[in-house]
């Protein structure tokens, strides 16, 4: 099994509704990052969670890190076309010194106009 | 500039061929890394250079030499691949120290 799990796999939703993703870690979260890819296309780095309870938001996306369930969720609010795509999860797993991201399972997200 | 460049953006090659992917960075990171991307799949870490050395090789086939020349330039060299080498690469860099990686658009590679 996957270290990130996420939830959805995949989501299809109207444009307007709000909508949430969550990501799951098996080990404790010292630091998870939120990116969304476009289809077959570069990571774009949304926003990134430190403390436990930290919440931030990024124009109509607000992410939370729950670091004692060791899960993090993202909220996006009045989806629209552009928000389509796939967002993943990801970890630091940076240990003395060497640096080492891991990525979550992945939602793909459509938005229906 | 913060922008990671990946060429060639296409890559169609034989089994048989030898070519090279290139990945340029001009943010001053120490970080740099190689992942492989296979369709309706995160990204899978291949490896990660610090300081110009190789720090990670997540037990990848020796037919991907990476090569890291400078710190702004990260080569993924390919030598006798396989069909199922057939994927999206992907180049990221990042601050050392700062755990916020900015990706490059990829290397969509077909191996026939």
């Known amino acids: 099994s996957q270290e990130l799990e996420q939830s959805p796999q995949s989501l299809i939703v109207q444009e307007g509704k709000n909508l949430t993703i969550n990501c799951t870690s098996s080990?404790?979260?010292?630091?998870l990052y939120w990116y969304k890819q476009k289809y077959g296309e570069g990571l774009i780095f949304l926003m990134m969670?430190?403390?436990?309870?930290e919440e931030k938001s990024h124009e109509k996306i607000t992410a939370k890190l729950d670091e004692k369930k060791q899960q993090s969720s993202l909220h996006i609010t009045a989806s629209q076309p552009s928000h389509a795509g796939i967002y993943l999860c990801?970890?630091?797993?940076?240990?003395?010194?060497?640096?080492?991201?891991?990525f979550g399972t992945g939602t793909r997200l459509k938005v229906l106009a | 500039d913060t922008e990671v460049t990946q060429t060639p953006k296409h890559l169609v090659m034989g089994m048989t061929n030898k070519k090279s992917l290139k990945c340029e960075q001009h943010m001053g990171h120490r970080a740099m890394y190689w992942y492989k991307q296979k369709a309706k799949k995160p990204p899978e870490l291949m490896f990660v250079?610090?300081?110009?050395?190789?720090?990670i090789n997540e037990s990848v086939p020796s037919r991907f030499s990476p090569e890291c020349p400078n710190s702004s330039l990260l080569n993924l060299h390919l030598h006798a691949l396989q069909p199922e080498d057939s994927a999206l690469y992907l180049c990221?860099?990042?601050?050392?120290?700062?755990?916020?990686?900015?990706f490059g658009q990829g290397t969509r590679l077909t191996v026939v």
């Open positions: 250079y610090s300081y110009e050395k190789l720090s």
């Open positions: 969670l430190q403390k436990g309870g």
């Open positions: 990801g970890a630091d797993r940076t240990t003395s010194g060497t640096y080492k991201y891991i």
């Open positions: 990221a860099s990042s601050r050392t120290g700062r755990p916020e990686a900015f």
């Open positions: 080990k404790t979260l010292y630091g």
